[in-house]
């Protein structure tokens, strides 16, 4: 079964001194996924062209869109906007677009705009990238530079290119048309149960197989695993010093706003799951460790270990086939922000029933290039159903240049037990809210008014301007490696 590389879309890569976003692209069904590894690789082999002080890079390929999508910044261009980025076949231009988005992971680089999105007027193909035949190069004043795919994408594209030569691919995911011809059979739980190997390697070395049928992160952007090894020496006991200070500049700022500040870490699915894994993992990584330690008195922190210290429910609180929540974990995690928020909320939260279930590929799927499938459980239609009522979205906007972050939702609801307006910065655990595993879904049917935002930094912009009564900061344990900025 050959793969679909009419949809073959490569993550995002950072240069060798920026740390990689913090909700890097997940690949899907029709997706291909390259990891660039430990970060500095190849610094003593630039990907750029020999053009002084232009960076960037060609990150994503749609070839179902025929769009083109990354990063350019020219340090000697007085308006990075001016810059143009080019595609060309054969030496014809087919597309042509300016910078026009920003991008946090690029704050060290410059504040200005450097994400470009770069449709093409014709179709192209990984074959025609790898070739050389369709080349993307940035143009200010006389400066010429080509933006490179980075080696372990130049590799990727390769690859996806001898495969369209030859037809013949490794493992993959069905087609659309074959996915959509057995829809009825997964909706009905027409599902077999299949005996792998645990420590099965996704096709991209990311992730890995475990036991009693989770998939596991191990790799990707952060490089999951080796933080479990880290040596607690002066450069982390830094690190979570330099955490300290943040998060008492959070508490501090939301104070001076009439606000109280909420924090919380979520861990891995590989610390909370972590006798499934299939290899040893003793517990939270270092970093987390000492986090929690530091803050286990801390009126503003909720500890994202504690609810699932002693689990006892039939359902894991992690999905199989993906690095998130369940419902029955969002719901235990929610529970634990509501006795700091709202305390009269604790009850209907753990009242809720999950009886309903179906079927659905996890973020984890398409790194195996297997249709692996999780079962999701979720609440009744009657649950919350009170408060279901006066929900109204108010607020859904998706940055122009795409990626998670910078999204925003928000709700009203007046029918909500708790007449507190809370905003929450954090990341894909929160979610748009569309189903009990996110917990932006609690929050939305839960607070009078909720707010999100996508992303590791408070905006106090937006904090002055929507004067929440509780401000709350979520991150992963993943992502502690990088210390945010406030």
């Not at 970060?39 to 960037?56: E, I, L, Q, T, Y």
């Not at 270092?286 to 359902?315: C, H, K, M, T």
Request: charged residues 25%; aromatic residues 10%; glycine residues 8%.
């Amino acid at each position: 079964m050959g793969r679909n590389t009419s949809s073959l879309v490569l993550s995002p890569v950072s240069i060798d001194d920026v740390p990689g976003s913090e909700d890097s692209h997940q690949p899907g069904l029709t997706e291909y996924c390259t990891q660039r590894g430990r970060r500095g690789r190849n610094a003593s082999r630039s990907p750029f062209a020999k053009v002084d002080r232009v960076r960037g890079y060609a990150e994503r390929f749609d070839f179902d869109k025929h769009t083109i999508r990354g990063w350019v910044y020219d340090a000697e261009a007085e308006d990075n906007r001016d810059v143009r980025v080019v595609a060309t076949f054969d030496g014809e231009i087919i597309g042509e677009t300016s910078p026009s988005a920003t991008r946090s992971d690029l704050q060290r680089i410059t504040t200005q705009d450097a994400l470009f999105s770069l449709e093409c007027s014709r179709r192209f193909t990984a074959l025609d990238v790898a070739s050389g035949r369709l080349l993307v190069k940035s143009h200010s004043d006389d400066r010429v530079a080509a933006l490179s795919l980075g080696e372990d994408g130049l590799a990727a594209m390769k690859k996806a290119a001898v495969e369209e030569l030859s037809g013949v691919a490794t493992p993959t995911l069905w087609s659309r048309a074959e996915r959509d011809a057995v829809k009825l059979h997964i909706e009905a739980g027409n599902l077999s149960p299949m005996l792998m190997p645990a420590r099965l390697p996704s096709m991209d070395g990311s992730a890995v197989t475990g036991l009693r049928g989770h998939l596991f992160l191990t790799g990707g952007t952060n490089s999951l695993l080796p933080l479990y090894d880290e040596p607690v020496d002066d450069a982390l006991m830094s690190r979570v010093d330099r955490w300290m200070d943040v998060l008492a500049q959070r508490v501090e700022g939301c104070e001076a706003r009439g606000a109280r500040f909420v924090q919380t870490v979520i861990p891995e699915k590989l610390t909370v799951l972590r006798h499934d894994a299939p290899f040893v993992i003793d517990g939270p990584t270092p970093v987390l460790q000492e986090i929690e330690n530091r803050l286990r008195d801390a009126d503003f922190y909720v500890s994202g270990l504690a609810p699932f210290d002693e689990w006892n429910n039939a359902d894991d609180p992690f999905l199989m086939t993906d690095t998130h929540f369940s419902a029955i974990g969002a719901q235990r995690m929610f529970s634990a922000l509501a006795a700091q928020i709202d305390p009269q909320l604790v009850p209907l939260v753990d009242a809720v029933r999950m009886y309903q279930f179906r079927y659905a590929v996890g973020d984890l799927t398409g790194r195996f290039g297997l249709p692996f499938y999780s079962r999701i459980v979720e609440p009744s239609d009657g649950e919350l159903a009170a408060y279901a009522d006066g929900i109204m979205m108010i607020e859904k906007y998706i940055p122009a240049e795409g990626g998670m972050r910078g999204r925003r939702f928000g709700w009203t609801n007046s029918t909500a037990p708790s007449r507190l307006k809370v905003l929450v910065f954090g990341n894909s655990f929160f979610g748009p809210g569309d189903f009990a595993g996110h917990l932006s879904w609690w929050g939305k049917h839960l607070f009078s008014e909720f707010h999100f935002l996508w992303g590791p930094n408070l905006d106090w912009d937006l904090v002055d301007q929507l004067k929440p009564d509780v401000v709350v900061g979520q991150t992963v344990e993943r992502f502690l490696n990088r210390v945010a900025a406030v």
